[in-house]
């Protein structure tokens, strides 16, 4: 038997990631709620349902254009809540911290967490904390855990997608990824891209009353909109068209990715919502989201089709393209 190791790539959410889930997690833990690898398990209790998640978080630099890692690990488990069709209500908090970090460094981590918590309206109720000797962590590491109450408004499954569905997102794609990277590299831009790293609460409550028609919802975070795309129409009998012209990126994000040679489309974000609806809740449903603050930059960008299995992108150009399960390193700790 050959040896075999893991690879950054592993973690980065896309070929690797899914193989890794596929060959080594599920055949020991998948048959439960865990069988679907959702961003969050909804869990009968009682006549009741929970909807629950967790997530670590090493993002590298820790501070980043437009956050840090503190309020990045309260919205990223928020979010995965909210697109699993939850109202998320307790935290917990567990930090890894590495000997030397200047204590008002971990202060204003701190404090940003508890702003975040206050925007989300969740408590943190439990935690861990654990100090290791310098060098065996990046500074810091956390782990935040998440409980919510189940909205009974939704009926989210892949199953429930067919062809003529809209495909949705709430803003710009790609953001948060590449202001990290520009970050961590020192790419120095006038203007350069920032992370778009917010909660998508209100969001999903927003559309609240629209559920029958929302079929499915994910917050494009590892790999992009390019790997949740891709998860969602695996082995099933549809997929999806996009249109490129329909795609709303930033300015300054799209100049760096040209610049790096990136591909925006495997770029998280950890702040937007990709989401299938009917389409006659679709115009609905966008009119709803644009008065929010964090949906100002909703768009339709692609629509379900019988091309089972496949995401294709109609370029401004004329063209068509795959586009594929993200691999390779792609960004490693952006989260």
Known sequence: MKNEFIQLAHGGGGRLSQKLMEDEILPRFGDGPLETLPDAATIAVGSDHIV??????????????????????????VNDIS??????????????????????????????MKIAAEKCA???????????????????????????????????????????????????AGDHGIAVLTSRESLKMGNGPMSDTAPVHNLVAAVRKYGQAVKFMRDPTRGGVAAVLNEMVKDLNFGISLD??????????????????????????????????????????????????????????GIVTKDSGRVILKTVSGGKRIVGMPSGEMLPRIC
Request: aromatic fraction near 6%; glycine fraction near 10%.
């Open 52 to 77: 629950y998640s967790t997530d670590s978080f090493v993002v590298s630099p820790i501070e980043f254009p437009g956050g840090n890692i503190g309020e990045l690990a309260v919205y990223g488990t």
């Open 83 to 112: 697109v699993a069709g939850g109202k998320a209500m307790w935290l917990s908090l567990s930090l890894i911290i590495e000997e030397g970090l200047p204590m008002a460094v971990l202060r204003k981590i701190l404090d940003s």
């Open 122 to 172: 969740v408590k943190i109720v439990t935690g861990d904390t654990k100090v290791v000797h310098r060098g065996q962590c990046d500074k810091i590491y956390i782990n935040t855990s998440g409980i919510g109450t189940k909205y009974d408004d939704f009926n989210l499954s892949r199953t429930r997608i067919t062809p003529g569905d809209n495909v949705l997102i709430s803003g710009t």
């Open 244 to 301: 490129e012209k329909n795609i709303p990126f930033s300015m300054a994000a799209k100049a760096a990715a040209e610049i790096l040679g990136l591909d925006l489309l495997n770029s998280p974000s950890e702040g937007r919502l990709v989401m299938i609806c009917d389409s006659s809740a679709t115009d609905k449903i966008l009119a709803d989201w644009k008065q929010l603050p964090e949906g100002r930059d909703a768009s339709v960008f």
